[in-house]
């Protein structure tokens, strides 16, 4: 014979029936969020549910003559570093979804991917041409594209960590366009940005050969017009990224622009003179409060 439940045991039935819906539903969503992850969490071929996209670059092995034997471990290592990174750009792509404004992949993450495989690069050919023909043309592969892009360019929601453990970004929304900066260039907000200074590399040259005047001087402009223009970009992006967005978005590019322009400044003058060494421990810069 059956026998009513009291009222309490009714109301226990009821909650725990509705903590078992609950942890029901909740199993069903985490099965629905992981529906969409790849097996393969590599670097390479990094994508996340938000869809950031994947950085491929040309080949440059195959687009290589004949390594000579007394630079083939040199190239090798240089090879080996082009992998390295793409698949550190790739990392971070994943890392910064939702940072920045809608040009913040390029000027992030892709020039300054550009800018250190124009380094490697030259470093490949120079290794090269020591003992052989000096390959040309070596840095129209340094470009990079974005691949299947998704929602990386602009902010996430207000105050939300995006996915790759960006949780210290919270409260980067709006960034999107980056409304309001424009102008700024010159304004009093540098005060507030500081300045970049960079070491001079013009004194520390040895004599330069009259036939190396010419693109020696080009390229110490160019190392003038780099500084300009990062400290053009330190006024414009005041406020984005998190804390190592000046690092890693301004004075981390600016090196690796100075590391190529003074390579090409050294190997200028060596062409008919003792090349000078060391140049690259000018390129670093600081920021300057």
């Known amino acids: 014979m059956s026998r009513a439940l009291p009222k309490y045991n009714k109301r226990r039935v009821t909650f725990i029936g509705g903590a078992a819906a609950v942890a029901l539903s909740g199993t ?14 590599g670097a390479k071929n990094a994508r996340t549910l938000a869809g950031p996209g ?55 993450i892709l020039g300054p991917l550009k800018d250190k495989r124009v380094s490697t690069v030259n470093r490949i050919a120079t290794a090269i041409g020591r003992t052989a023909a000096k390959p040309q043309g070596l840095d129209s592969l340094a470009a990079c594209t974005l691949n299947g892009a998704g929602t990386n360019a602009g902010g996430g929601a207000a105050g939300k960590p995006q996915a790759g453990g960006n949780a210290g970004n919270a409260g980067n929304a709006g960034n999107a366009g980056n ?14 940005a500081g300045t970049i200074t960079c070491p001079d ?14 693109e020696v001087d080009r390229n110490l402009t160019l190392l003038d017009t780099q500084i300009r223009e990062a400290n053009t970009r330190l006024v414009n992006t005041v406020g984005q990224g998190g804390p190592n967005f000046v690092q890693n978005a301004i004075l981390g590019p ?18 008919t003179a003792a090349k000078p060494q060391g140049l690259d421990s000018l ?4 920021l300057s409060k």
């Open 254 to 271: 600016l090196k690796d622009k100075r590391v190529s322009t003074v390579n090409r400044i050294a190997t200028a003058i060596g062409r």
């Open 54 to 108: 994947t950085i491929t670059c040309p080949d440059v092995r195959s687009k290589l003559p004949a390594v000579p034997a007394s630079a083939k471990a040199e190239v090798d290592r240089n090879l080996t570093l082009l992998n390295t990174q793409i698949q550190e750009a790739n990392k971070r792509l994943v890392d910064t979804v939702g940072q920045g404004g809608p040009n913040f992949v390029q000027n992030a």
């Open 201 to 214: 590399v013009r004194s520390k040259l040895p004599a330069v050969p009259a036939s190396a005047k010419a």
């Open 28 to 41: 069903v969503i985490a099965g629905f969020a992981l529906a969409g992850e790849t097996p393969d969490s």
């Open 283 to 286: 390129a670093a810069c600081t």
């Open 179 to 192: 409304a309001g900066n424009a102008g700024n260039a010159g304004n009093t907000g540098n005060a507030a």
